[in-house]
C-alpha cells in the first residue's frame, strides 16, 4: 500500500523589485520543516515546498522543492495539491508584490536623488485557490499569524473564507522564534491548545497527533499496517 501524501509549504516569499532586491518577510521556515521531518518520522510521503533561505529539514525521506515567489509557489501548489492527501499551508506567502515597472526590468534599478514610489499589486491567496478545488478526501490546513489581541477571531475569519479544515493560530511572535503556542480552530466549531509553548519540533509532534486520524490515506495505511 502506498504511504499517504503529505504535502507542506513553509519559508518566505522573495518578491523582485529589480533584479537584486526583493520584497521578503522574517519567516524561517523552521515550523514547516519541523512538520515535514515529524511527517517522515512516521512514514508518510512528504513533499516540501520551501521558500528562499529557508533550512533543509534534517530528514533526507522528505522531498524538498525549491520556490522563490508567490507565483513559483502557485505553479507547485497546482501541479502538487490535487496529488496530496494532506496539504500543510505554513509558507509566509507575500500579500503584496512591486508591480511590473518597466523602470525596473533593466537589471539593477540605479540610485537618483529624486524620491522613489513602489507600486505593489495584491497576490492571489493561494490557500483559497487550491482549497476552492479540493477533494471531500483531502484535509487542508492553513496557519494565521495574528496579534494577540484578536488572534482566536482572525483565525476563524481565515476558516471560513479560505474553506480549510483547520487553521493554525499563532501570536505574531511565532515568526523566526524558537518556541510556538498555537490553538487549533476546527470546521466543526471545536479548538484545541497547546499547553503553553512547545518547541518547533515538540509542535510538529503535536499537530501531527491531531491530523493523522483526520488522513482517511492515513488512517488505511495504519491499518494495512496492522495486518501485516
Ligand atoms: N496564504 C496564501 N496566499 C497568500 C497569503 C497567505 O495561501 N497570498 C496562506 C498562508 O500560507 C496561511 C494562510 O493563508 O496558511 C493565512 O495567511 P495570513 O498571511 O495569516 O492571512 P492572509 O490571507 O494574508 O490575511 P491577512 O493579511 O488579513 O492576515
Request: proline share 7%; with cysteine.
Amino acid at each position: 500500500m502506498k504511504p499517504a501524501r503529505v504535502l507542506i509549504t513553509a519559508g518566505p516569499t522573495y518578491e523582485p523589485i529589480d533584479a537584486v532586491r526583493f520584497i521578503g518577510n522574517r519567516s524561517s521556515g523552521r515550523m514547516g520543516s519541523a512538520i515535514a521531518d515529524a511527517a517522515a518520522g512516521r512514514s508518510l510521503d512528504v513533499t516540501l515546498l520551501l521558500g528562499p533561505g529557508a533550512i533543509e529539514p534534517a530528514n533526507t525521506a522528505v522531498r524538498v522543492i525549491r520556490f522563490r515567489t508567490c507565483a513559483d509557489l502557485q505553479a507547485l501548489l497546482r501541479t502538487h495539491a490535487p496529488r496530496a492527501d494532506a496539504l500543510i499551508m505554513a509558507a509566509a506567502v507575500a500579500d503584496y508584490r512591486p508591480k511590473p515597472n518597466p523602470l525596473m526590468s533593466g537589471g539593477k534599478f540605479r540610485r537618483t536623488d529624486k524620491p522613489l514610489t513602489l507600486e505593489l499589486e495584491p497576490t492571489p491567496d493561494l490557500l483559497s485557490e487550491v482549497a476552492a478545488s479540493r477533494r471531500q478526501d483531502q484535509l487542508f490546513v492553513g496557519f494565521a499569524l495574528e496579534p494577540r489581541a484578536d488572534l482566536l477571531e482572525s483565525a476563524q475569519r481565515k476558516l471560513t473564507k479560505k474553506k480549510v479544515d483547520i487553521v493554525v493560530a499563532n501570536p505574531l511572535e511565532t515568526m523566526d522564534a524558537d518556541t510556538v503556542e498555537a490553538t487549533l480552530l476546527f470546521r466543526d466549531g471545536r479548538r484545541l491548545e497547546t499547553s503553553g509553548k512547545l518547541s518547533k519540533q515538540a509542535f510538529a509532534g503535536w499537530l501531527l497527533d491531531v491530523i493523522v486520524p483526520m488522513m482517511p490515506a492515513a488512517k488505511e495505511q495504519a491499518a494495512a499496517a496492522r495486518t501485516c
